[in-house]
Structure formats: structure tokens, C-alpha cells
């Protein structure tokens, strides 16, 4: 259940807090006070998107916070897998908003927007001003269906999907084998060519830079030699050794003559050893001209290799590698292509087995939905209608399975069925997708269920109905709902009204609760407009007591 939502600095909002409760809470208030704002900034924080553009003037920041208090499994289980604490079943979730970017977070921990969606998903289902109109695309009803055959019809959709993933990968390998003979002597044979001038050069991995080395020192072995030549030909030694004789002689006289001696001693020891090591080098180099010439010679062979095939040696011998692999599939092409072929011939059987099976299970679901459906429509004032899912096998197997699936209605007696997209006008598509989204809510256990002017193109006894069914699954669910009509609004459980005043030439937006006294003037506003009489106000209380004794008359859905 959503607890709270707080708000501060978004659009025209300065800073609001909505503590909303169970059953069916109602948002009204004048066109244009900003009751959208308020659910935009639900979905705000819930992951969707926001422009800085709403920042409101002045502010250097937006900020979003809601409250909700669940014992989901799935929810706990997302939490934990992120290493974020879950205590006493509350989770807070809050959105920064600032130039440029947006920090989420949830319990505390910054989380990306991709995993927020991901661990709010089966908090809250918001149903925005013109989600009525995705019903329009049949490519939704085969998603509706499959989310209501649940978990069965989920794992074989599963298996479908991924089945026929493999079959596209496996299709994609075999256009390789598009090949006329000409082309594939061609192609061996540049293989064959390739294959030959890597194994002839016997390359060695890191072969290059031990050469590249080599190299560096053989090219410079005349200044080498000289350098050292002229190292070894001074006399430091000899002066340096007449030096510790002399020293010796008078370190007895001071002890910091002592320390300089011992210090002279070391070094005397240090340069015998440098000594040594370069008489030893000198001993060891050999400088050979015909030593040059190979080494540059063969880092030109690898250089040229590496602009022919990749740029280490590693990534040539995988070319290589490639290349004999691709050469064997060549020589072998025909016997390759049709082993491939069967492999895939074989999948397909599979995957319509899989699909068939899936089928089955959706059209089982279908009967239970369209029985669900048609009731919930005459619940909400659409008398005699027909509702019915068409399967319409498709020829070949696809990434959903074998079925084309669409949502056919009929709402007029006499009327033939036809495509849901052809009949419904605006005020019916709220209606039916209020009734899907009601039915749906059982399935996937969400608790929260959010309308913005699910109202929309509806009035009098049909407004009433619609009234009735959200009161009805609110009983179950926490529902959340902005509205303009009088009877949906009698109905609240918690009644809110927003209002959008001038404040110190600012203009803010201002959410109340009301009372009992409150919610009469507001559905009094509501009825009547600008000139409110007493018949008015009595009509507004008499609708509120109306609702009250019909609450009391529900069962849970």
C-alpha cells in the first residue's frame, strides 16, 4: 500500500505531503489545479520520465518521495538481491531531480532506474489518462492474456521465446552457406593461402615485444661498446682504492673521519662490483650485423601479418584459427549445410510442439477471461454485450508461439462482433480496460492500483457503475483515483481535493484532506458549479450517505 507521497519543488508544487489509507481514495479539484501533477510525480518516482524542465523556477532541485508498506515476496526478494535492508515490510523511495540528471534511491541505497522499475513493479499499477488506448493494438491482448494464464502459461511462453531465439541464431548461421561453387573454391582458396602464411611465419605469442627489445639493443651495439669501452678504460678504480689507503691512515684520529672511511670502503665495494658486471656485459656482447638483419626482418614478417590479420599476435593465430574452422566448413559445405538444416527442421518441430502446447493453455485462459470480462462489463453498465478472444493461427511459429490473438466485442444488441479497435468509442475503452485492469489485479497480486480520470467520456447511471466497481475492488485493493464526476467521488474512503492558489505572486499547488463538511462543499462544487444552493448541498450529502450504506453492502472481491 502506498502510506505517503511527498513532494517538493516539481512544476508548481513548493511542497505537499499525502498520506493516502486503504480502500478507494479520491483526488479532485478545479481543470487545471494540477491533479496530474500529482500522479506525475507518483510515476516520477517510480522510475518514468521527467525533464528538469519541472524544476519548479527558483529551485535547484526536485525532489520525490513515496512511502509504501508491503509484505510482497517478489518485493523481499528483489531487495535482497540488492543488498538493501527490509525492515517492518516499509519501503521509501525518493527521486532527486536536478539539472542534467536524477539520483533514485530506495531504502537509502542509490539504485538505477532500470532496477527501481524492476522492485516496484508488483508495488503499484498506474493507469495514465490515455492508457485506454493501447488497447487499440491487438499485440497487447496476447499480453493481457498470457499475464492472466499465469505461471504455466508464463514458462511455456518462456520456452517459446527462447526456442525460437536459438532457431534465428541457427537460420543466420546457415545464410553462410549461400555460397555457389565458384564462390566457395574462391573462398577456400583464400583461405588456404592465409592458413599457409600464418603457420609458415611459427609466430610466438609476445614473440614481438622480447624482439622489439632485442632489437633496440642490437641496432645500438656500436654505441654500446664505445660507451662502455670508455667506462672501463678510466682509472677510478685504482684512484679510488689509493683514496681508501689514505683515509685508513688518519680514521683513527676522529670518528667522523671513521664514518667517512667506512662510507668511502662501501663505495669502493659498489664500484668493483659495477665493474665487474660491465666487464662481464662486455664479454657477453657480441655485435653482429647479419643479427640485425634478422631480427629487423622478422619484425617486419610480423608487422605485416599484423595489418593483414589483427593487431597482436593472439589475435592473429585466432584468425588463424577462424579461418581453418570456416576452411573445414568449406570443404565439408554440403553435408555441413544439410546437417544444419535438419538441426533446424528438427527445432521447429519443437518449438511448434512447445507452441501447440501453449496454445492449448491460452485458449483454456480465454474462456475463464471472457467469462471474467463479460461480467465485469456488466458491472459497468454494458448491458447485453458480447466479449469473445479470436484465435487466428498464424502460419508459421513465432516469438509469442502459433496464435494471433484479438479482443472482439460487441456493446448494441444486433450488433455483429467485431475487433475491439472498430467498435469501442473513448468512454468505452475506459471501461473495459478498468475491467481488465480489476481482473488483472487478482493476478498479479498488486496492491495498489492508481486511475488518472479513468472517467473519461462517461456520465449519469454508467457513472455510477464505474463508481460501484472501483468501491467494489477497492475493498481488496488500495485504489487511487482523480476523477471530475460526483458519483465516483461520493464514494471515497479518503477524500482529497487539490487546489491551485497565488501565493506572493507565486502560484502553488495545495493538497487537503477533507471531511465530511468538506467533501459535501466539494461535491457541491462539483454539482453545481459556480452558484451553489441548498438543494445542491442537500443532494451532495444525500449521495454521500447513498455511498455509505452501498460500501457496507460489498463482499471483498
Do not use: W
Amino acid at each position: 500500500m502506498l502510506v505517503n507521497l511527498h513532494v517538493k519543488n516539481l512544476a508548481l508544487i513548493r511542497d505537499i505531503d499525502i498520506s493516502f489509507g486503504e480502500g478507494l481514495n479520491i483526488l479532485t479539484g478545479e481543470t487545471g489545479a494540477g491533479k496530474s501533477i500529482i500522479l506525475g510525480s507518483i510515476n516520477a518516482a517510480l522510475g518514468g520520465k521527467v525533464s528538469s524542465d519541472l524544476i519548479r523556477t527558483g529551485a535547484d532541485h526536485a525532489l520525490v518521495e513515496l512511502v509504501f508498506q508491503t509484505e510482497d515476496p517478489h518485493v523481499r526478494h528483489c531487495l535482497q538481491k540488492e543488498d538493501i535492508s527490509f525492515e517492518n515490510g516499509q519501503i521509501i523511495i525518493s527521486r532527486k531531480i536536478t539539472n542534467g540528471h536524477s539520483i533514485s534511491k530506495v531504502n537509502g541505497v542509490t539504485v538505477t532506474l532500470s532496477k527501481l522499475r524492476q522492485i516496484t513493479s508488483d508495488l503499484v499499477d498506474i493507469h495514465g489518462q490515455h492508457d485506454h488506448q493501447s488497447l487499440l493494438n491487438k499485440s497487447r491482448h496476447i499480453e493481457i492474456l498470457d499475464t492472466y494464464g499465469g505461471t504455466e502459461i508464463a514458462d511455456l511462453a518462456g520456452q517459446v521465446s527462447d526456442k525460437y531465439r536459438e532457431i534465428r541464431r541457427l537460420k543466420q548461421e546457415l545464410e553462410g552457406y549461400n555460397l555457389d561453387e565458384e564462390q566457395r573454391l574462391r573462398e577456400m582458396s583464400l583461405y588456404e593461402y592465409e592458413l599457409n602464411e600464418i603457420d609458415n611465419a611459427h609466430l610466438i605469442i609476445d614473440e614481438d615485444e622480447s624482439l622489439e627489445s632485442e632489437y633496440k639493443k642490437l641496432s645500438n651495439g656500436m654505441k654500446i661498446m664505445e660507451v662502455l669501452s670508455s667506462v672501463e678504460s678510466l682509472n677510478i678504480g685504482d684512484e679510488m682504492g689509493e683514496a681508501v689507503k689514505s683515509l685508513k691512515n688518519i680514521s683513527n684520529y676522529d670518528e667522523r673521519l671513521q664514518e667517512h672511511y667506512d662510507q668511502l670502503l662501501e663505495l669502493e665495494s659498489i664500484f668493483s662490483d659495477f665493474m665487474r658486471g660491465i666487464n662481464l656485459y662486455m664479454g657477453e656482447f657480441s655485435y653482429d650485423e647479419q643479427a640485425v638483419y634478422e631480427v629487423e626482418n622478422r619484425l617486419n614478417l610480423i608487422n605485416k601479418m599484423k595489418s593483414k590479420y589483427g593487431k597482436s599476435i593472439s589475435k592473429i593465430l585466432a584468425y588463424g584459427e577462424e579461418a581453418a574452422s570456416r576452411l573445414e566448413v568449406l570443404k565439408d559445405f554440403e553435408t555441413r549445410k544439410s546437417c544444419l538444416e535438419n538441426v533446424i527442421e528438427k527445432e521447429m518441430a519443437k518449438l511448434t510442439e512447445i507452441a501447440i502446447s501453449l496454445s492449448v493453455l491460452r485458449k483454456e485462459a480465454a474462456e475463464r477471461l471472457e467469462k471474467e470480462i463479460r461480467k465485469s462489463l456488466e458491472d459497468l453498465n454494458f448491458n447485453d454485450v458480447r466479449f469473445e478472444i479470436e484465435f487466428v493461427p498464424l502460419a508459421e511459429a513465432s516469438q509469442k508461439g502459433i496464435d494471433g490473438v484479438e479482443f472482439m466485442i460487441s456493446t448494441n444488441p444486433g450488433e455483429p462482433i467485431r475487433p475491439l479497435k472498430d467498435v469501442a468509442s473513448g468512454g468505452e475503452l475506459s471501461r473495459i480496460m478498468l475491467a481488465i485492469k480489476t481482473i488483472m489485479a487478482q493476478k498479479d497480486n498488486i496492491n495498489t492500483l492508481i486511475f488518472d480520470e479513468i472517467d473519461t467520456g462517461i456520465s449519469g447511471r454508467t457513472a455510477g457503475q464505474v463508481a460501484r466497481k472501483l468501491s467494489h475492488v477497492s475493498r481488496n485493493h488500495q485504489v487511487i483515483c482523480i476523477t471530475h464526476l460526483p458519483q465516483i467521488a461520493s464514494m471515497a474512503d479518503l477524500h482529497f481535493r487539490i487546489d491551485k492558489r497565488v501565493n506572493e505572486g507565486a502560484t502553488i499547488v495545495e493538497v487537503n484532506r477533507l471531511d465530511r463538511e468538506e467533501s459535501i462543499d466539494e461535491l457541491s462544487r462539483i454539482l453545481g458549479g459556480i452558484h451553489i444552493t441548498d438543494t445542491v448541498r442537500h443532494n451532495a450529502s444525500e449521495m454521500l450517505d447513498e455511498a455509505e450504506k452501498l460500501k457496507k453492502s460489498f463482499t471483498p472481491v
